[in-house]
């Protein structure tokens, strides 16, 4: 059973572009989750999906942050304009239930805005 | 907000020693998870050790253990035999469940084990 797949594993843009991060849950897991990990810190909660639905985006913030979980097809997170304050590893995590312990993170995406 | 503090930024070990890294958490509530999640320079995140909050025993997993006290929430990790694999960032992680199963991090310990 392949792990939880972040694809790209590197994005480069610049101010004003936008970026596309995707991420493939683990087979059977209809769960996602994604986190932002800015330069030393922690990972912070951004948002909560389940197939079709947000569950919960209480960590997005409110402008040009956007995801998505469609029903076929990875789980996009976009940015849109991105600025320097966006550059940041942004992972994902899966789960089969909504149950903590059965979180599996996927190897993150590393934005860097120039 | 629930909140977790991880009090040592860096922490250094001698191979073959134990080392144990501090985490507090924050929350009025009584029905909870804790979480040690081992990031090496890969990035990759790691789940090493669960708590859950209804548990009176310390969790243990191999060489690592944790000293659960709920009272005073503490929730610290012990690395025994220490090995140079082990040389990672290590987060202390919390979760209310009945909600949206999010995690709430600390800001991370960095591990160095030395030869």
């Known amino acids: 059973n392949a792990g939880v797949m972040q694809n790209p594993r590197h994005l480069v843009r610049r101010r004003g572009q936008e970026a596309r991060l995707r991420c493939s849950p683990m087979k059977g897991h209809s769960h996602v989750y994604w986190y932002r990990q800015l330069p030393e810190e922690g990972l912070k909660f951004m948002v909560y999906l389940q197939k079709e639905n947000i569950i919960d985006e209480s960590g997005m913030p409110k402008e040009r942050f956007s995801a998505e979980f469609p029903k076929e097809g990875p789980s996009i997170l976009r940015i849109q304009q991105v600025v320097r304050g966006d550059s940041a590893a942004y992972f994902c995590?899966?789960?089969?239930?909504?149950?903590?312990?059965?979180?599996?993170f996927g190897p993150g995406t590393r934005l860097t805005v120039t | 907000a629930q909140t977790v503090t991880q009090s040592q930024p860096e922490m250094s070990v001698q191979e073959a020693e134990t080392v144990t890294l501090s985490c507090t958490y924050d929350?009025?509530?009584?029905?909870?998870?804790l979480f040690w999640y081992k990031q090496p320079p890969s990035r990759q995140m790691i789940l090493v050790i669960r708590?859950?909050?209804?548990?009176?025993q310390n969790a243990t997993e191999n060489r690592f253990s944790v000293n659960f006290q709920k009272a005073a929430k503490s929730f610290s990790l012990k690395i025994s035999d220490s090995q140079l694999g082990d040389a990672a960032m290590y987060f202390c992680a919390y979760n209310q469940p009945g909600g949206s199963e999010k995690l709430v991090f600390g800001k991370g310990t960095k591990l160095t084990v030395n030869p």
């Open positions: 929350t009025s509530e009584s029905d909870y998870y």
């Open positions: 708590q859950e909050a209804y548990k009176q």
């Open positions: 995590a899966s789960s089969p239930t909504p149950l903590p312990y059965e979180q599996y």
